[in-house]
Nanobody
Framework: VQLVESGGGSVQPGGSLRLSCAAP????????MAWFRQTPGKEREYVAS????????YYADAVKGRFTISRDNSKTMMFLQMNSLKPEDTAVYYC????????????????WGQGTQVTVSS
């Protein structure tokens, strides 16, 4: 079972993108979910997470105020609205389901998707 990300692309600084994460089965509606990102040679970095019902959201300081995480359990989908994008946001973005206890640790997540590339450049 694997999540599927989409919506990445190339955008100029200051632009916006909306990423989507599709879950193959309804059982994912019971999981808190998150977005991570990774650049070559670096560890996967926490971006944002959301509780199973969407009632609570959490953000890394680097994206707070610019990114918004949301989910639609009727469609088993999760989203990341990214505004005011910066070159340092360039990365492969992954979605995953939270199965552990440490929200910011990628080791406590499973069912990773294949990732979607986001490039912010002028």
């Amino acid at each position: 079972v694997q999540l599927v990300e989409s919506g990445g692309g190339s955008v100029q600084p200051g632009g916006s993108l909306r990423l989507s994460c599709a879950a193959p089965v309804r059982s994912f509606n019971s999981y808190p979910m998150a977005w991570f990102r990774q650049t070559p040679g670096k560890e996967r970095e926490y971006v944002a997470s959301i509780s199973y019902n969407g009632g609570n959201t959490y953000y890394a300081d680097a994206v707070k105020g610019r990114f918004t995480i949301s989910r639609d359990n009727s469609k088993t989908m999760m989203f990341l609205q990214m505004n005011s994008l910066k070159p340092e946001d360039t990365a492969v973005y992954y979605c995953a389901a939270f199965v552990g206890t440490r929200r910011y640790d990628s080791a406590d997540y499973d069912y990773w998707g294949q990732g979607t590339q986001v490039t912010v450049s002028s």
